[in-house]
């Protein structure tokens, strides 16, 4: 088994491939530009720095709580993103919304009063009650959002804790970085993380039925990727 095993791990070609396709679609040019030199590694028509730094421009608006500017070089990148994917465009109006109440409640140390909410009430009013009446999950998760107006922290149930986790600008950005690479005919997702999820439920079959030694390693440990891009973390320039 051993045996078979060594037999199926990947060349140096095909590892130098996946960590390409991974610096470019989870978004690090400069670490991308780099790998390529050092690897001579084909430069396939997705290695498009001006491509991958305006996904970046985009996803650390997100991060940074500003969605108004991440949907205008959203618009910028491709008019038709958000007109063909209503449900995203709703995800980020709603994040949208949940930023402004957020700066509310951070203004007023969480104890605001009603009348500094009319911006976020104006917001919600304007651009995502239309869209409620189209689909029930939109009605629910607007329901959700308006609420965060309504209880203090502490009464919060979960699902309204949700809303103001930083975890929710990231779960954004990447359905956004996502949208982009289909747009563009793009593989949505980089092949590494399908690799993980094959070898994870390769094992999983595996184990149980004893047909692989103990602590075998078949090629896909992460570490190995990691250090390719940790001083480029996201680039912004």
Known sequence: MEQKIAEMKPNKGDINSVIMDYLISEGYPAAAEKFAQETNLFQSDAFDLSSIRERVDIRNAILAGRIEDAIE??????????DETPLLHFKLLQLQLV?????????????????????????????LAPRAPTDPQYLSALEKTMALMIFDADKMIPEMKELLD??????????????????????????????VRARAWAEAQAKPLHLLPANSDIGLDGDNVSAAHDSDAMVTG
Do not use: D, H, W, Y
């Open 99 to 127: 930023e402004i109440i957020r700066s509310v409640l951070e203004k007023n140390n969480g104890k605001p009063a009603s009348a500094e909410f009319r911006p976020a009430l104006e917001f919600a009013t304007n651009q």
């Open 73 to 82: 070089l959203l618009n910028e990148t491709n008019t038709m993103i958000l």
């Open 166 to 195: 930083l975890q929710l600008r990231e779960t954004v950005a990447g359905e956004v970085n996502k949208a982009i690479l289909e747009s563009q005919g793009l593989k949505p997702e980089a092949r590494i993380r399908e690799l």
